[in-house]
């Protein structure tokens, strides 16, 4: 199984967290992943987050893991009442375009995932980003809680 290293980064705000899972390139890291962030979740009761949280992620950390050749890395942040879910890639292309929602379900083919994304998520976009001297770029998506 591959190793990974999950660690809280703590914020100034008090109510504010962050996490990040450093990820090889095997896709057993999208279940590790995956798991990793239910707990995540669960342990700062945001357990009404879990299942559309863990489908973007999934989303977000397959692509970085199926069409990237190096590492990865998956972020969680939370501050203000949103949730934000990112993964690092180290390829520095911009992902390719979601597709619309009707084309997703009509749709046989891969390349599904940031629609989904798209769709499931309060607001998404992408960066490109530098990590350990690496180029790469940072593909994020935030959901709000409910009031």
């Keep these: 199984m591959p190793e990974t290293d999950a660690e809280p980064e703590f914020t100034s705000d008090p109510e504010s967290w962050e996490y990040s899972l450093y990820i090889p390139n095997d896709l057993r890291a999208v279940t590790v992943?995956?798991?990793?962030?239910?707990?995540?979740?669960?342990?700062?009761?945001?357990?009404g987050l879990v299942d559309v949280a863990e489908l973007l992620a999934t989303e977000l950390v397959s692509n970085a893991v199926r069409h990237t050749k190096g590492p990865a890395a998956l972020r969680v942040r939370w501050s203000a009442g949103v949730l934000r879910i990112g993964a690092w890639d180290a390829d520095p292309r911009p992902p390719e375009p979601p597709q619309e929602l009707g084309q997703l379900i009509e749709s046989d083919d891969g390349g599904r995932g940031l629609g989904m994304v798209r769709a499931c998520s309060d607001l998404w976009g992408w960066q490109?980003?530098?990590?350990?001297?690496?180029?790469?770029?940072?593909?994020?998506?935030?959901?709000r809680a409910a009031a």
């Design 33 to 47: 992943s995956r798991r990793t962030l239910r707990l995540i979740l669960t342990m700062h009761g945001l357990i």
């Design 128 to 143: 490109p980003l530098s990590r350990f001297g690496n180029r790469g770029k940072f593909v994020w998506c935030e959901l």
